[in-house]
């Protein structure tokens, strides 16, 4: 039991501070957020968090160095996730493509989120070096964790930029910026995986 405590704390805390640095899900809820559509952005970042749940539930059980060990599954993976974030960026440019139901976003999360490559060898690579022999029950119980904590971090995100003014200078910026780097992150990703 205290084992299982352990795992699900240690993967809260990782939950959050791998949710912190710039990615697709972040860059997504604050383009949503900004663009007045808050449950959609939680729902995004509730995707993003149930993505990152099987990340790491695959990465700990051991069967995310399957995926990582063939080079054309990754390189698959790779072209489809890019596709994924490049087609979600024109379609939110797009100006009947406004929603806010939490259920589209939530649906949204997990299609940036899911098929890439580099989020599952992430959490391959953190499994490997934190705890390469952990037992199914508390690889479960982490991986748990980590969607709790990635869903606390991203659903605070979409609040507090959802707070920011409409006119507010960067408040207007960040959409534009946002599908910048959406198409940045799909291409460093393809690029990645064919280097």
Do not use: C
Request: glycine residues 10%; hydrophobic residues 60%; positive net charge.
């Amino acid at each position: 039991m205290i084992e299982l405590a352990l795992a699900a704390g240690i993967g809260l805390a990782l939950g959050v501070v791998t949710g912190m640095p710039i990615g697709v899900v972040n860059v997504a809820i604050i383009d949503a957020a900004t663009r007045g559509q808050q449950r959609f952005a939680i729902g995004i970042g509730i995707g993003g968090a149930l993505a990152d749940t099987a990340h790491a539930a695959i990465a700990f059980v051991g069967v995310g160095r399957v995926v990582t060990e063939h080079p054309s599954w990754s390189k698959l993976l790779a072209v489809v996730a890019a596709l994924v974030i490049i087609t979600y960026a024109l379609i939110v440019r797009r100006p009947r493509a406004r929603t806010t139901r939490s259920t589209h976003g939530i649906a949204t999360g997990l299609l940036l989120t899911l098929p890439n490559p580099a989020a599952l060898g992430a959490w391959v690579a953190v499994a490997a070096v934190l705890w390469p022999r952990i037992a199914l029950a508390p690889a479960l119980s982490l991986a748990l964790g980590v969607g709790l904590g990635s869903a606390a971090w991203f659903v605070m995100l979409a609040r507090v930029i959802a707070k920011l003014p409409a006119d507010h200078r960067v408040a207007r910026a960040l959409p534009r910026i946002a599908t910048i780097l959406l198409v940045a992150i799909a291409i460093i990703g393809v690029t990645r995986a064919f280097s």
